[in-house]
């Protein structure tokens, strides 16, 4: 069996995450349950990034020990990818005491082959990105990465040699076309980064202390880029040593799926260091848009963050997954409100999938006890949708290994569509009234249970629950993608899937509860 190792960037826990940090664990989600469902065996890896200074003054605020801090941020964190729906296989936390061994040994590794020296780091240093910037890099005078104020600084550290790889990396990249995604992303990194030189990079702090011990200079702290990063490799058993099985089997990643604004430290200083300890680069690094609210950035200070956990309360998770899924474009920031997501969920959920899905079985109770089996009366609308059902599974899987997952969506909502205009076209309510068209009647409901049938096995990897639902509703086993002949059919009482929602109350609902 062929195996797939996708993983998320690991969620750092210095707050409870927002739609647009959830929206990549379910992205990932998809990918992984889509790869599983065409026969992959696949390993999805998510978790938290705890350590550094950040963190360290979030818990004297708060007056806890840093632990006790992310111990209860990392819990909220898997809280709310579990009332997603994701089915990640390993839920990583760099506190780990096995994750943070591995880390020393390879950051000893790094030293001891001249890959990393000490040195002194004077330069402007922005806090809450933990991260040291040269003047030309200020955008206005502040951090290029999140806008606020920096300050001087200056400390012993040790640095890694990123230089030293800079030309490996070019090579690799230029001979690569696929690692680095989307195109846009592989340009700015060689154009802006890789082509005017790399600077060394500073891997150790020794002004806070919340991090991995360098073992042999215990009063230095091994910083974000080694410590974090590292946990693609040490959680499936990497050592310097004797790496395991597991690791020999799952490395390199297919996929590091990440967010587009941490994309130079994926692709930069990443595979610099995997080259260092003469490991294979992963496959791809696909940086995706943000979720953007209305047409901004979502932040505290704006007061315009949404939280997963409160749009599930209101709307359920899967009306969840499929507007993020399908509002975010594969290169394109999205744009989430809450009239957005309920015009979404009118539109598609409940007009196009809701609606097929409750007429249909409707029918089938109504004018055959739910009993349905294929009479093989044609109509001349036949043709089309079954053409359609039978091309989809290919159009999805095209999508998906492009990462276009919305396009994906898109493919299924067709078909959908088709097949509502596909009863227009047949007027089975017509054809009801006449005995004589008894056997035409029974395949018309018979072709849209198999485009529903084969809808929601498409479906699955995007709205696990719905899925289930509809296949229950149809009562059927049968699995495959394409337009089956001979099935029986025996519907059970349809449900609605997705009621419409009115939007005047649910605004005014939401409004009371903030």
Same mark, same amino acid.
């Given at each position: 069996?062929?195996?797939?190792?996708?993983?998320?960037?690991?969620?750092?826990?210095?707050?409870?995450?927002?739609?647009?940090?959830?929206?990549?664990?379910?992205?990932?989600?998809?990918?992984?349950?889509?790869?599983?469902?065409?026969?992959?065996?696949?390993?999805?890896?998510?978790?938290?990034?705890?350590?550094?200074?950040?963190?360290?003054?979030?818990?004297?605020?708060?007056?806890?020990?840093?632990?006790?801090?992310?111990?209860?941020?990392?819990?909220?964190?898997?809280?709310?990818?579990?009332?997603?729906?994701?089915?990640?296989?390993?839920?990583?936390?760099?506190?780990?005491?096995?994750?943070?061994?591995?880390?020393?040994?390879?950051?000893?590794?790094?030293?001891?082959?001249?890959?990393?020296?000490?040195?002194?780091?004077?330069?402007?240093?922005?806090?809450?990105?933990?991260?040291?910037?040269?003047?030309?890099?200020?955008?206005?005078?502040?951090?290029?990465?999140?806008?606020?104020?920096?300050?001087?600084?200056?400390?012993?550290?040790?640095?890694?040699?990123?230089?030293?790889?800079?030309?490996?990396?070019?090579?690799?990249?230029?001979?690569?076309?696929?690692?680095?995604?989307?195109?846009?992303?592989?340009?700015?990194?060689?154009?802006?980064?890789?082509?005017?030189?790399?600077?060394?990079?500073?891997?150790?702090?020794?002004?806070?202390?919340?991090?991995?011990?360098?073992?042999?200079?215990?009063?230095?702290?091994?910083?974000?880029?080694?410590?974090?990063?590292?946990?693609?490799?040490?959680?499936?058993?990497?050592?310097?040593?004797?790496?395991?099985?597991?690791?020999?089997?799952?490395?390199?990643?297919?996929?590091?799926?990440?967010?587009?604004?941490?994309?130079?430290?994926?692709?930069?200083?990443?595979?610099?260091?995997?080259?260092?300890?003469?490991?294979?680069?992963?496959?791809?690094?696909?940086?995706?848009?943000?979720?953007?609210?209305?047409?901004?950035?979502?932040?505290?200070?704006?007061?315009?963050?949404?939280?997963?956990?409160?749009?599930?309360?209101?709307?359920?998770?899967?009306?969840?997954?499929?507007?993020?899924?399908?509002?975010?474009?594969?290169?394109?920031?999205?744009?989430?409100?809450?009239?957005?997501?309920?015009?979404?969920?009118? +539109? /598609? *959920?409940?007009?196009?999938?809701?609606? %097929?899905? &409750?007429?249909?079985?409707?029918?089938?109770? @109504?004018?055959?006890? #739910?009993?349905?089996?294929?009479?093989?009366?044609?109509?001349?609308?036949? +043709? /089309? *949708?079954?053409?359609?059902?039978?091309? %989809?599974? &290919?159009?999805?899987?095209?999508?998906?290994? @492009?990462?276009?997952? #919305?396009?994906?969506?898109?493919?299924?909502?067709?078909?959908?569509?088709? +097949?509502?205009?596909?009863?227009?076209?047949?007027?089975?309510?017509?054809?009801?009234?006449?005995?004589?068209? @008894?056997?035409?009647?029974?395949?018309?409901?018979?072709?849209?249970?198999?485009?529903?049938?084969?809808?929601?096995?498409?479906?699955?990897?995007?709205?696990?629950?719905?899925?289930?639902?509809?296949?229950?509703?149809?009562?059927?086993?049968?699995?495959?993608?394409?337009?089956?002949?001979?099935?029986?059919?025996?519907?059970?009482?349809?449900?609605?899937?997705?009621?419409?929602?009115?939007?005047?109350?649910?605004?005014?609902?939401?409004?009371?509860?903030?």
């Amino acid at each position: 069996m062929e195996r797939y190792y996708i993983s998320t960037a690991i969620a750092y826990t210095s707050a409870k995450p927002h739609i647009g940090n959830t929206y990549e664990i379910v992205l990932a989600d998809a990918i992984a349950r889509h790869k599983r469902q065409k026969g992959f065996d696949v390993y999805f890896q998510t978790g938290t990034d705890e350590h550094g200074e950040k963190i360290q003054l979030k818990a004297e605020e708060k007056g806890v020990s840093p632990q006790e801090y992310v111990d209860e941020i990392a819990s909220q964190i898997k809280d709310i990818w579990d009332i997603m729906n994701t089915s990640y296989d390993r839920f990583v936390r760099t506190t780990d005491k096995k994750h943070e061994e591995q880390v020393q040994k390879i950051f000893k590794k790094l030293y001891d082959q001249g890959d990393i020296y000490k040195g002194k780091y004077e330069g402007l240093y922005c806090t809450p990105c933990e991260s040291f910037f040269t003047e030309t890099q200020l955008i206005d005078g502040k951090c290029p990465d999140c806008g606020r104020e920096v300050h001087s600084a200056s400390e012993e550290a040790y640095f890694f040699k990123l230089s030293k790889y800079q030309d490996r990396l070019i090579k690799y990249i230029e001979e690569h076309p696929e690692f680095i995604q989307p195109e846009s992303r592989k340009n700015e990194m060689i154009n802006n980064f890789l082509k005017p030189g790399l600077q060394d990079l500073c891997v150790s702090r020794t002004s806070f202390s919340w991090g991995v011990p360098v073992d042999f200079d215990p009063k230095h702290v091994i910083y974000v880029w080694i410590d974090a990063l590292s946990n693609y490799i040490t959680n499936i058993g990497y050592d310097v040593e004797n790496p395991t099985e597991e690791f020999k089997k799952y490395w390199p990643a297919d996929l590091h799926l990440i967010g587009k604004d941490i994309i130079r430290f994926h692709t930069i200083y990443w595979p610099i260091i995997l080259m260092a300890l003469d490991l294979p680069l992963p496959k791809q690094v696909f940086g995706h848009p943000w979720l953007l609210f209305a047409n901004d950035k979502m932040s505290k200070s704006k007061g315009n963050i949404m939280y997963a956990d409160d749009l599930v309360k209101y709307f359920g998770v899967d009306a969840v997954r499929y507007y993020v899924l399908h509002e975010i474009p594969f290169a394109n920031d999205g744009s989430i409100t809450y009239d957005l997501m309920i015009e979404r969920i009118n +539109s /598609d *959920l409940a007009n196009v999938l809701g609606n %097929l899905v &409750n007429r249909t079985i409707s029918m089938a109770n @109504k004018y055959f006890s #739910g009993a349905v089996t294929n009479k093989k009366v044609q109509t001349e609308y036949d +043709s /089309d *949708l079954i053409e359609k059902i039978n091309s %989809l599974d &290919n159009k999805v899987t095209e999508k998906m290994e @492009k990462l276009e997952i #919305g396009a994906a969506l898109d493919e299924i909502f067709e078909v959908l569509r088709r +097949s509502n205009k596909y009863i227009d076209e047949t007027t089975p309510w017509i054809l009801a009234k006449e005995e004589s068209e @008894k056997d035409k009647l029974e395949t018309v409901i018979y072709n849209l249970l198999e485009a529903i049938r084969v809808c929601a096995i498409e479906l699955k990897p995007f709205m696990p629950d719905t899925s289930k639902n509809i296949l229950e509703q149809l009562n059927i086993e049968n699995i495959n993608e394409k337009y089956e002949e001979e099935l029986n059919y025996k519907t059970n009482t349809p449900t609605p899937l997705f009621q419409r929602i009115d939007k005047e109350a649910k605004l005014k609902e939401i409004e009371e509860n903030k």
